[in-house]
């Protein structure tokens, strides 16, 4: 396994023990609360992370339907969801926020993750500076079409905007890294014992 994969590897499993983290040393209460009307909650940031994840890596990568479907978190978590997020009204993030079961959220990124560990060896072969072929992604979202509302062209060009090493940076890292930030900004606003510390 080349330096870069391995950082990359490293990286992603210490941001899902930051995110179980979150959701095993925070109370429910805490993680549910929307501090202010634009703010998501804690466990919505935690809820999208895993569930981009999934979507992106599963598909594109491994490519296997999604952890949320052959572990039929659906019904699991207890939220009538199955997009990622993107474009979820506000009154769904605070429906999603008050309804999600934390355990079962912890247990669905615990999936998200062991299906992301197969992502590592599949790319160790791959040519990271090439974008993806637009007739694999287009493929990929016929064949794995688990994700409520997706617009398949939109996401071919999304793929085809940056290299595939960019493209698991980002999705194996990156993205989850920045709700991570923004849990931090959510843990600050919300009276009572912080999750983040510095």
Same mark, same amino acid.
């Given at each position: 396994?080349?330096?870069?994969?391995?950082?990359?590897?490293?990286?992603?499993?210490?941001?899902?023990?930051?995110?179980?983290?979150?959701?095993?040393?925070?109370?429910?209460?805490?993680?549910?609360?929307?501090?202010?009307?634009?703010?998501?909650?804690?466990?919505?940031?935690?809820?999208?992370?895993?569930?981009?994840?999934?979507?992106?890596?599963?598909?594109?990568?491994?490519?296997?339907?999604? *952890?949320?479907? @052959?572990?039929?978190? %659906? #019904?699991?978590?207890? &939220?009538?969801? /199955?997009?990622?997020?993107?474009?979820?009204?506000?009154?769904?993030?605070?429906?999603?926020?008050?309804?999600?079961?934390?355990?079962?959220?912890?247990?669905?990124?615990?999936?998200?993750?062991?299906?992301?560990?197969?992502?590592?060896?599949?790319?160790?072969?791959?040519?990271?500076?090439?974008?993806?072929?637009?007739?694999?992604?287009?493929? *990929?979202?016929? @064949?794995?079409?688990? %994700? #409520?509302?997706?617009? &398949?062209?939109? /996401?071919?060009?999304?793929?085809?905007?940056?290299?595939?090493?960019?493209?698991?940076?980002?999705?194996?890292?990156?993205?989850?890294?920045?709700?991570?930030?923004?849990?931090?900004?959510?843990?600050?606003?919300?009276?009572?014992?912080?999750?983040?510390?510095?």
């Amino acid at each position: 396994m080349h330096t870069a994969l391995a950082s990359l590897q490293e990286a992603h499993q210490q941001t899902h023990r930051a995110l179980q983290g979150i959701l095993a040393e925070t109370a429910a209460e805490r993680l549910r609360t929307r501090p202010h009307a634009n703010m998501n909650s804690m466990v919505w940031s935690v809820w999208h992370s895993f569930r981009s994840e999934d979507a992106c890596i599963a598909r594109f990568v491994v490519p296997v339907q999604q *952890a949320f479907s @052959t572990g039929d978190f %659906l #019904a699991r978590m207890g &939220v009538p969801y /199955t997009g990622d997020g993107f474009g979820m009204s506000d009154a769904d993030v605070t429906a999603l926020s008050n309804g999600i079961d934390i355990v079962q959220l912890q247990a669905y990124g615990q999936a998200v993750a062991a299906m992301s560990a197969q992502a590592f060896a599949i790319v160790a072969d791959w040519d990271w500076q090439t974008p993806f072929a637009a007739q694999d992604i287009r493929a *990929a979202c016929g @064949t794995y079409a688990d %994700l #409520a509302d997706d617009d &398949v062209e939109s /996401t071919v060009g999304y793929a085809l905007s940056m290299t595939r090493g960019a493209y698991l940076y980002k999705h194996l890292y990156g993205h989850s890294q920045y709700h991570l930030g923004e849990i931090s900004a959510i843990d600050g606003q919300v009276p009572g014992k912080r999750f983040f510390t510095w």
